[in-house]
């Protein structure tokens, strides 16, 4: 007779669960039902209850003060840097991979060296550039650091699929005079695509919720991106509460909308990258 291995229930890791679960689970649910409720019964309704009387009009104060202005100077700003990040870590990538030589290998060590150094640490130079530019107070103020310094993880990244792809096909293009640009784009390009959604939507998620240089490198409200202007709102709907959590939940939709529709492809994407 076969013995039947009894198994014990993991009660610690389903009560860590649960905890974990409650933490995230009950700060969403508060921002979102607060932010339908009315200011004046934001103090005397119980606060992790449905409101009594749920009303849209914090969305409506929200709307009406240049929500929609700052929603595209982010989606503008976010649109950019990911279109160039995209394009010159690709490109950077196909020539660590495929040249062999000391300069490409120097190309390789110089983006992990980036991966070292922390946005906080390099935040004077870094405005004190811009300012020499004349770029401040500008939306390419904030494309261009969020370019560099997104640069150096994506490279190692895509780095990884590109080396993946068998030198037979590289061999048999360059038989066929096809030129690098070709071999990029006919080769390198479609069999790169998930790392290259997963560098996309990473790098999106990062450059959207991204506050420091927003706030060092412009002052005007004409370039307020969104998690600046939430800073903002802090200050103008100070007793307003609802109006700030519907502000906060307005701002999250976008970034809670790419995380559904890509979050596949950035857990896949970036598991494969780093296990080849």
Known sequence: MSRRIRETPNVLGALGGLVWVVVTIVPVYYLVLTSLRRQQDYYTENPLLPPADPTLDAYRLVLENDFLRYLGNSVVVTVAAVAVILTVSLMASYYVVRAGTPLSRGTLRLALLGLAIPVQA?????????????????????????????????????????????????????????????????????????????????????????????????????????????????????????????????SALPVLAAFVVGRRQLVSGLTAGFGK
């Open 122 to 250: 390099t935040i004077i130079p870094v405005y004190y550039l811009i300012v020499r530019l004349g770029l401040y107070d500008s939306l390419l103020a904030l494309i261009l650091p969020a370019i560099a310094f997104a640069v150096p993880i994506s490279v190692l990244i895509i780095v990884n699929f590109v080396r993946d792809i068998p030198a037979e096909l590289f061999e048999s293009m360059r038989a066929d005079g096809a030129g690098h640009g070709r071999i990029l784009l006919a080769l390198v390009l479609p069999l790169s695509k998930p790392a290259l959604l997963t560098v996309g939507i990473y790098q999106a998620l990062q450059v959207w919720n991204g506050f420091l240089f927003p706030l060092i490198l412009t002052q005007s409200s004409s370039v307020r991106v969104l998690p600046l202007s939430l800073w903002t709102y802090q200050g103008q709907f100070a007793v307003n509460v609802p109006a700030v959590l519907a502000a906060v939940t307005l």
